[in-house]
Protein backbone atom coordinates (compact mmCIF):
# COMPACT_ATOMS: atom_id res chain seq x y z
CA UNK A 1 0.00 0.00 0.00
CA UNK A 2 0.70 3.20 -0.02
CA UNK A 3 3.26 5.23 1.99
CA UNK A 4 4.01 8.40 2.87
CA UNK A 5 6.81 10.67 4.42
CA UNK A 6 7.12 14.08 5.62
CA UNK A 7 10.03 16.29 6.77
CA UNK A 8 10.87 17.86 8.85
CA UNK A 9 8.66 16.94 11.64
CA UNK A 10 9.38 20.38 13.40
CA UNK A 11 10.55 23.81 11.21
CA UNK A 12 10.66 27.43 12.83
CA UNK A 13 10.69 30.28 10.62
CA UNK A 14 11.45 33.98 11.50
CA UNK A 15 8.62 36.30 10.08
CA UNK A 16 9.04 37.20 6.47
CA UNK A 17 10.60 34.20 5.40
CA UNK A 18 10.06 31.19 3.34
CA UNK A 19 9.35 27.72 4.87
CA UNK A 20 9.57 24.26 2.82
CA UNK A 21 7.79 21.03 3.84
CA UNK A 22 8.89 18.09 1.88
CA UNK A 23 6.80 14.72 1.27
CA UNK A 24 7.79 11.61 -0.48
CA UNK A 25 4.96 8.63 -1.10
CA UNK A 26 5.71 5.02 -2.54
CA UNK A 27 2.69 4.23 -4.51
CA UNK A 28 3.86 5.39 -8.62
CA UNK A 29 -0.03 5.18 -9.29
CA UNK A 30 -0.95 8.02 -6.75
CA UNK A 31 -2.41 11.22 -8.94
CA UNK A 32 -3.61 13.55 -5.57
CA UNK A 33 -1.47 15.11 -3.43
CA UNK A 34 -3.52 17.31 -1.44
CA UNK A 35 -1.95 19.71 1.40
CA UNK A 36 -4.11 20.58 4.84
CA UNK A 37 -3.67 22.69 7.78
CA UNK A 38 -4.21 21.94 11.19
CA UNK A 39 -4.85 24.98 13.71
CA UNK A 40 -4.77 23.74 17.59
CA UNK A 41 -7.89 22.24 18.87
CA UNK A 42 -9.90 22.15 15.42
CA UNK A 43 -9.85 19.77 12.13
CA UNK A 44 -7.82 19.69 8.89
CA UNK A 45 -8.45 22.55 6.64
CA UNK A 46 -7.61 22.09 2.60
CA UNK A 47 -5.30 24.71 1.59
CA UNK A 48 -3.72 23.85 -1.56
CA UNK A 49 -3.84 20.52 -3.87
CA UNK A 50 -2.19 19.01 -7.06
CA UNK A 51 -2.93 16.25 -9.54
CA UNK A 52 -0.27 14.43 -11.18
CA UNK A 53 -0.76 16.04 -14.62
CA UNK A 54 0.76 19.14 -13.11
CA UNK A 55 4.09 19.75 -12.39
CA UNK A 56 3.81 23.39 -10.10
CA UNK A 57 0.34 25.08 -8.63
CA UNK A 58 0.32 28.63 -6.82
CA UNK A 59 -2.33 29.88 -4.99
CA UNK A 60 -1.03 33.55 -3.84
CA UNK A 61 2.12 33.29 -1.10
CA UNK A 62 1.28 29.42 -1.17
CA UNK A 63 2.87 27.12 -3.62
CA UNK A 64 2.88 23.18 -4.15
CA UNK A 65 5.40 21.56 -6.44
CA UNK A 66 5.49 17.76 -7.46
CA UNK A 67 7.83 15.41 -9.47
CA UNK A 68 6.76 12.29 -10.31
CA UNK A 69 9.50 10.77 -11.54
CA UNK A 70 11.23 11.01 -8.06
CA UNK A 71 7.81 10.67 -6.20
CA UNK A 72 8.18 13.61 -4.03
CA UNK A 73 6.05 16.57 -3.62
CA UNK A 74 6.67 19.84 -1.40
CA UNK A 75 4.98 22.76 0.08
CA UNK A 76 6.59 26.23 -0.14
CA UNK A 77 5.08 29.53 1.68
CA UNK A 78 6.36 32.41 1.03
CA UNK A 79 6.49 35.61 3.32
CA UNK A 80 5.18 33.68 6.70
CA UNK A 81 3.43 35.21 9.12
CA UNK A 82 2.76 34.63 12.44
CA UNK A 83 -0.93 33.10 11.11
CA UNK A 84 0.86 30.42 9.34
CA UNK A 85 2.11 28.92 12.65
CA UNK A 86 0.06 25.39 12.64
CA UNK A 87 1.06 21.49 11.46
CA UNK A 88 0.89 20.99 8.31
CA UNK A 89 -0.11 17.10 6.60
CA UNK A 90 0.35 16.30 3.14
CA UNK A 91 -1.02 13.87 1.82
CA UNK A 92 -0.96 11.18 -1.17
CA UNK A 93 -4.02 8.97 -2.78
CA UNK A 94 -5.04 7.19 -5.96
CA UNK A 95 -8.57 6.43 -7.44
CA UNK A 96 -10.29 2.88 -6.74
CA UNK A 97 -12.76 1.44 -6.87
CA UNK A 98 -14.79 3.37 -4.17
CA UNK A 99 -12.74 6.27 -4.57
CA UNK A 100 -10.12 7.93 -3.37
CA UNK A 101 -8.73 7.30 0.04
CA UNK A 102 -5.93 9.36 1.12
CA UNK A 103 -2.41 8.21 3.31
CA UNK A 104 -1.35 11.21 5.42
CA UNK A 105 2.26 12.03 6.17
CA UNK A 106 3.20 12.59 10.08
CA UNK A 107 2.90 15.95 10.28
CA UNK A 108 5.10 19.35 10.48
CA UNK A 109 4.82 21.46 12.85
CA UNK A 110 5.50 25.50 11.48
CA UNK A 111 6.46 27.87 14.17
CA UNK A 112 6.30 31.48 12.55
CA UNK A 113 8.74 33.55 14.94
CA UNK A 114 7.53 37.84 15.30
CA UNK B 1 -24.27 25.38 6.77
CA UNK B 2 -22.67 23.67 9.35
CA UNK B 3 -20.38 21.54 7.56
CA UNK B 4 -18.86 18.45 9.31
CA UNK B 5 -20.22 18.45 13.22
CA UNK B 6 -18.87 16.11 15.61
CA UNK B 7 -20.23 15.07 18.98
CA UNK B 8 -18.73 14.77 22.00
CA UNK B 9 -16.06 17.03 21.20
CA UNK B 10 -14.11 15.32 24.68
CA UNK B 11 -14.60 11.84 26.77
CA UNK B 12 -13.15 9.63 29.46
CA UNK B 13 -13.78 6.00 29.32
CA UNK B 14 -12.77 3.20 31.49
CA UNK B 15 -11.30 -0.11 29.92
CA UNK B 16 -14.14 -2.07 28.48
CA UNK B 17 -16.50 0.56 28.54
CA UNK B 18 -18.36 1.10 25.15
CA UNK B 19 -19.60 4.51 23.04
CA UNK B 20 -20.76 5.60 19.79
CA UNK B 21 -19.13 8.99 18.23
CA UNK B 22 -21.26 10.57 16.20
CA UNK B 23 -20.33 12.56 13.12
CA UNK B 24 -23.01 14.68 10.95
CA UNK B 25 -22.37 16.76 8.08
CA UNK B 26 -25.67 18.75 6.10
CA UNK B 27 -23.61 19.29 2.48
CA UNK B 28 -25.40 15.72 1.09
CA UNK B 29 -22.00 14.51 0.17
CA UNK B 30 -21.85 10.93 -0.32
CA UNK B 31 -18.76 9.90 0.97
CA UNK B 32 -18.15 9.82 4.92
CA UNK B 33 -14.63 8.88 6.51
CA UNK B 34 -13.34 8.00 10.19
CA UNK B 35 -9.62 8.56 11.00
CA UNK B 36 -7.90 8.74 14.46
CA UNK B 37 -4.94 10.94 14.59
CA UNK B 38 -2.10 10.29 17.01
CA UNK B 39 1.19 11.88 17.41
CA UNK B 40 4.01 11.25 14.96
CA UNK B 41 1.69 8.91 13.18
CA UNK B 42 -0.69 11.46 10.93
CA UNK B 43 -4.22 10.68 10.26
CA UNK B 44 -4.82 6.75 10.26
CA UNK B 45 -8.15 5.44 8.44
CA UNK B 46 -10.29 3.94 10.56
CA UNK B 47 -13.67 2.69 8.41
CA UNK B 48 -15.13 4.84 5.60
CA UNK B 49 -19.01 4.94 3.98
CA UNK B 50 -19.58 5.27 -0.25
CA UNK B 51 -23.30 5.95 0.76
CA UNK B 52 -26.46 5.49 3.07
CA UNK B 53 -26.26 2.15 4.21
CA UNK B 54 -22.65 1.01 2.92
CA UNK B 55 -19.26 1.02 4.87
CA UNK B 56 -16.09 -0.77 4.31
CA UNK B 57 -12.40 -1.12 6.56
CA UNK B 58 -9.64 1.27 6.26
CA UNK B 59 -5.82 0.92 7.38
CA UNK B 60 -6.79 0.37 11.04
CA UNK B 61 -10.25 -1.11 11.94
CA UNK B 62 -10.36 -3.54 14.41
CA UNK B 63 -12.08 -2.88 17.77
CA UNK B 64 -14.24 -0.58 15.77
CA UNK B 65 -17.92 -0.64 14.15
CA UNK B 66 -19.23 1.73 11.78
CA UNK B 67 -22.82 2.25 10.24
CA UNK B 68 -24.50 4.53 7.95
CA UNK B 69 -28.22 4.34 8.56
CA UNK B 70 -28.77 7.86 7.18
CA UNK B 71 -26.61 9.77 4.39
CA UNK B 72 -25.89 12.66 7.12
CA UNK B 73 -24.62 11.06 9.86
CA UNK B 74 -21.75 8.09 10.18
CA UNK B 75 -21.54 6.53 13.74
CA UNK B 76 -18.44 4.91 15.18
CA UNK B 77 -18.68 2.32 17.54
CA UNK B 78 -16.10 1.40 20.56
CA UNK B 79 -17.42 -2.24 21.92
CA UNK B 80 -14.45 -2.45 24.63
CA UNK B 81 -13.00 0.23 24.95
CA UNK B 82 -8.60 -0.37 25.00
CA UNK B 83 -6.29 2.23 26.11
CA UNK B 84 -4.80 1.95 22.67
CA UNK B 85 -7.73 3.76 21.74
CA UNK B 86 -6.58 6.80 23.10
CA UNK B 87 -6.47 8.83 20.64
CA UNK B 88 -8.31 12.00 18.71
CA UNK B 89 -10.98 11.04 16.28
CA UNK B 90 -11.96 13.25 13.15
CA UNK B 91 -14.76 12.65 10.50
CA UNK B 92 -14.35 13.99 6.88
CA UNK B 93 -17.13 14.12 4.45
CA UNK B 94 -16.45 14.54 0.33
CA UNK B 95 -18.95 14.46 -2.96
CA UNK B 96 -19.02 12.53 -5.56
CA UNK B 97 -17.00 13.36 -8.38
CA UNK B 98 -14.58 15.68 -5.67
CA UNK B 99 -11.38 14.67 -4.34
CA UNK B 100 -11.41 17.22 -1.42
CA UNK B 101 -12.71 15.95 2.30
CA UNK B 102 -13.94 18.53 4.48
CA UNK B 103 -12.84 17.86 8.43
CA UNK B 104 -14.94 17.75 11.41
CA UNK B 105 -13.20 19.69 14.69
CA UNK B 106 -12.55 16.54 15.83
CA UNK B 107 -13.41 14.04 19.92
CA UNK B 108 -10.66 14.21 21.91
CA UNK B 109 -11.18 10.13 23.17
CA UNK B 110 -9.02 9.24 26.72
CA UNK B 111 -9.39 5.52 27.58
CA UNK B 112 -8.19 4.69 31.38
Known amino acids: GENVEQHPSTLSVQEGDSAVIKCTYS??????FPWYKQELGKGPQLIID?????GEKKDQRIAVTLNKTAKHFSLHITETQPEDSAVYFC?????????????FGAGTILRVKS | NAGVTQTPKFRVLKTGQSMTLLCAQD?????MYWYRQDPGMGLRLIHY???????AKGEVPDGYNVSRLKKQNFLLGLESAAPSQTSVYFC???????????FGPGTRLTVL
Open chain 1, 27 to 32: DSASNY
Open chain 2, 27 to 31: MNHEY
Open chain 2, 92 to 102: ASRPTGADTQY
Open chain 1, 50 to 54: IRSNV
Open chain 2, 49 to 55: SVGEGTT
Open chain 1, 91 to 103: AASRYMEYGNKLV
